[in-house]
């Protein structure tokens, strides 16, 4: 299992011919555990091996008979956008016996099945790997037993297994995030935005239980993506009289004018000595002590529902074809692994070693070592709570420090969904460094005109939820009003300043830099935020505002889809956007399931539009009844929409028919999504840290002011395959194509292959860029917390 030395091997080299995997999902259901198992069937039909489905789990490999059953190409059609699992799970006690795992051995020799694929939370990934362990020995018992030849030990000698984590709690340590975990957070936040117009109208308290008996993930993230005033969680039960100090705390909130509160609990919160916290009682007590109209809200399954969101069927699909890989390089004494997700690279950890540490962190709550639990859990569940102190719980006047310095934060360029989570964050962490915050409306158009006025902690409440750009954005760059916005610096004695912004943004930035040779006023720390839906930013795997893009479009091509059932064999051409960038065409075919994907990046010609008709004639003969096509609005200046439309009408003449859509601006609008909400207010909280080191770096005690004039101190905040990464802008500009305004190089171009393999199209696929086997260790690489699991 370990990195092949050929720099690139192509996916031909690793023939799956004469295997036979099998996959099962076990333990609760989670959104995008069907999409997981798609990609598993398709990807080992692909590279010629036999797959089956296990239906209901462990107890269906027990019972075998018809829950054993052979998988084709099309049994897994449509079933990407379907919620749950299509092939059942069920708990099974007889597994757990020995007798249990004898007679599930025995189904799986009889056909052939060596290679499993085992979808679950940690118990269902231990079981598997006790079955492995033991599988020698049960097949030795089996021939003693009459049941199979003698020849069957050494033909089937090893049992090879590949975990998957599908769990909406987030609770598997060794990966940033399980399948399910995003699609959960998605119902959150629905039914908490559809609180918040109740409560405003009534001024009311609502009390939010959400699902998380040992981890607190949900109600922490949700807490975070809402901008609760209160959170309880296992992990960290509050200090003693906790009741009193969330009682000032909702008191001062309404004090200073707001109409609502929200209070989220987790299913399984405790006190410090552990009694649990439960809804009905945080309610009761707002109501004794407050006497607020206080309601109680219980989600429960309703998390678990729903279709998956689109980064729970990219997740899951990058695991499914991770998974298969795992298993055609591993070999009898490689242990079993789980594919794992860590910042934005799939990566394979030793199953136990991730099982152990998850114990571990129950076994640390259960001996009150709550700061070692949280540890633990991870970088990325550390700093969620951190994020969430920090902007949550504002200090008395009296506690701030004085740092007497002013930062500006605006937005520049189109809106995304997201820019207003991130000026949220950045206006609360810059009150609580000391600053003074000041917004600027309508990007640098509204700087040079003066639009510049200071902003309050109480001026952003409610903030994370809301969609587009609350401060006004203008694609406006600074270069020929320079000297109008030094002067507006100079009046407001601008200290540092913080853009949040697209591929505007960037060149914005760079033109400032540039200016500080004239301007002494720009010789200040200077950082950007890449918000973009198109995520066309150099220096940034991902951009606030991408992931609800994707989401509307997989929301739209889903009902597309569903429109032509019933009817005859149809096609769907469907535009997005993101200017010259595919990123929105290519990975929102994948969650959608597309046949084809057009994009500049990638160029095409008349012969490439033939195949993709011819190929999906021969599908459409046969029992796929629909089609999906993406195109990105600036792929081709010829190949249009239109022509494409006409093209595949003209061609599929008689056996289907097409439509078309464009997207347009519905991508740009919408309430942001948790990720969106979360990412925004984490990088923007981490770029005013940096800023205020900044500041205290570069401020000159005999000058009395701020001089900044090196590279480093004009940055973009952007993540990187594990981390966050502050780039000096200057520093970009190698990698920038800037008459196509996309980065020279894009990662996301290696997803590619996935959506052509999941479509059926023989294609070559790179896996020099595959898991490795790692070591789980405690501490990730430095700020490895910046991955995409939020």
Same mark, same amino acid.
């Given at each position: ?136 020995? /049960?097949?030795? $018992? ?6 199979? *030849? #003698?020849?069957?030990? =050494? &033909?089937? !000698? %090893? ?72 959170? /309880?969680?296992? $992990? ?6 906790? *009741? #009193?100090?969330?009682? =000032? &705390?909702? !008191? %001062? ?75 055609? $390089? ?190 002494e006023e720009f010789c200040i720390p200077m950082c950007m935020l890449p918000a973009t839906i198109s995520n066309n930013v150099p220096g940034t795997d991902l951009s606030i505002g991408a992931d609800t893009a994707l989401n509307a479009i997989v929301e739209t091509c889903d009902r597309i889809k569903q429109s032509a059932s019933g009817t005859k064999r149809r096609v769907f051409i469907i535009e997005t956007m993101g200017g010259y960038c595919g990123y929105l065409a290519s990975v929102g075919g994948l969650a959608a399931g597309a046949d084809a994907a057009y994009i500049f990046e990638e160029p095409f010609d008349i012969r490439d539009l033939q195949a993709n008709v011819e190929h999906l004639t021969e599908k459409m003969k046969t029992s ?167």
């Amino acid at each position: 299992m370990a990195q092949p030395d050929s720099k690139k091997i192509f996916f031909e080299n690793l023939s799956g011919a004469g295997k036979a995997i099998a996959v099962l999902t076990s333990g609760g259901d989670a959104q995008g555990m069907n999409a997981a198992v798609r990609a598993v069937v398709r990807m080992g039909l692909y590279v010629g091996a036999k797959v089956y489905f296990i239906h209901e789990g462990y107890q269906g490999m027990v019972d075998g008979g018809d829950n054993i059953r052979e998988a084709t190409w099309e049994s897994v059609s449509s079933m990407l956008q379907v919620g749950g699992t299509v092939i059942g799970s069920a708990r099974c006690k007889e597994f757990r016996t020995h007798e249990g795992r004898l007679k599930a051995a025995h189904n799986l020799v009889q056909r052939g099945i060596t290679n499993l694929c085992v979808i679950g939370g940690d118990g269902s990934l231990t079981g598997a790997n006790l079955f492995r362990e033991e599988w020698s020995g /049960l097949l030795t $018992e089996l021939v003693e037993q009459g049941l199979i *030849e #003698e020849d069957a030990i =050494q &033909k089937y !000698s %090893a049992l090879h297994i590949v975990g998957m984590v599908g769990s909406i709690d987030n609770d598997f340590c060794g990966t940033d995030m399980t399948i399910g975990t995003d699609s959960a957070l998605h119902r959150i936040i629905e039914v908490v935005d559809a609180i918040m117009t109740t409560a405003q109208s009534h001024q009311r308290t609502f009390v939010l239980e959400v699902m998380g008996r040992h981890c607190g993930y949900l109600a922490l993230v949700s807490a975070l993506a809402c901008g609760a005033d209160w959170v /309880l969680i296992p $992990e960290m039960p509050p200090e003693d009289g906790w *009741e #009193e100090k969330m009682c =000032q &705390k909702l !008191s %001062a909130t309404r004090s200073r004018g707001t109409r609502l509160n929200i209070i989220i609990v987790a299913e399984g919160a405790i006190d410090r000595h552990g009694k649990p916290i439960t809804s009905s009682f945080v309610k009761d007590l707002v109501v004794k002590c407050l006497g607020f109209d206080t309601r109680v809200t219980i989600l429960g399954h309703v998390q678990r529902g729903g279709t998956p969101s689109a980064f729970d069927r990219i997740l899951a699909s990058r695991m499914g074809v991770e998974a298969v890989l795992a298993l055609l $390089e591993t070999t009898a004494n490689t242990p079993a692994c789980v594919v794992s997700l860590c910042g934005n690279q799939s990566v394979r950890l030793p199953l136990m070693e991730c099982v152990q540490m998850t114990q571990e962190v129950q076994k640390a709550m259960d001996q009150k070592r709550f700061e070692e639990a949280v540890k633990l859990r991870g970088r990325s569940f550390e700093n969620n709570l951190k994020t969430y102190k920090l902007l949550a719980h504002r200090k008395p006047e009296t506690e701030l420090p004085t740092s007497n310095f002013n930062v500006a934060v605006l937005n520049v360029g189109a809106p995304a969904a997201g820019m207003n989570a991130a000026v949220r964050s950045a206006v609360r962490v810059g009150i609580s460094e000391g600053h003074k915050m000041f917004a600027v409306s309508d990007g640098f158009e509204g700087f040079y005109k003066g639009q510049i006025k200071e902003i309050k902690w109480a001026d952003v409440g409610g903030w994370t939820g809301q969609g587009g750009s609350l401060l006004g954005t203008k694609r406006t760059l600074p270069a020929k009003h320079v000297d109008k916005i030094a002067e507006q610096m100079r009046m407001h004695n601008i200290n540092a300043l913080l853009v949040i912004g697209g591929f505007e943004a960037f060149e914005s930035l760079l033109q400032l830099y540039e200016a500080r040779a004239t301007y002494e006023e720009f010789c200040i720390p200077m950082c950007m935020l890449p918000a973009t839906i198109s995520n066309n930013v150099p220096g940034t795997d991902l951009s606030i505002g991408a992931d609800t893009a994707l989401n509307a479009i997989v929301e739209t091509c889903d009902r597309i889809k569903q429109s032509a059932s019933g009817t005859k064999r149809r096609v769907f051409i469907i535009e997005t956007m993101g200017g010259y960038c595919g990123y929105l065409a290519s990975v929102g075919g994948l969650a959608a399931g597309a046949d084809a994907a057009y994009i500049f990046e990638e160029p095409f010609d008349i012969r490439d539009l033939q195949a993709n008709v011819e190929h999906l004639t021969e599908k459409m003969k046969t029992s796929i009844q629909r089609g999906l096509v993406l195109r990105n609005e600036n792929c081709n200046d010829n190949y249009t929409t239109d022509f494409i439309y006409q093209l595949y009408s003209e061609e599929g003449r008689g056996v289907f028919d097409s439509r078309k859509n464009v997207l347009g601006h519905m991508q740009q609008g919408g309430a942001p999504s948790p990720f969106d909400r979360n990412f925004g207010t984490k990088i923007s909280a981490k770029a005013m840290q940096w800023i205020t080191k900044k500041l205290t770096e570069t401020f000159r005690q005999d000058e009395g002011r701020v001089f900044a004039n090196t590279e480093d101190s004009c940055c973009l905040l952007g993540m990187r395959r594990r981390a966050l990464v502050f780039q000096p802008v200057v520093q970009l500009k190698g990698e920038t194509d800037f008459v196509h305004r996309i980065p020279k190089e894009q990662w996301w171009l290696k997803l590619r292959p996935l959506m052509k393999i999941l479509a059926k199209y023989k294609t070559s696929y790179d896996v020099s860029d595959s898991g490795q086997l790692e070591h789980v260790v405690r501490n990730r690489p430095k700020e490895s917390d910046a991955s995409v699991a939020m």
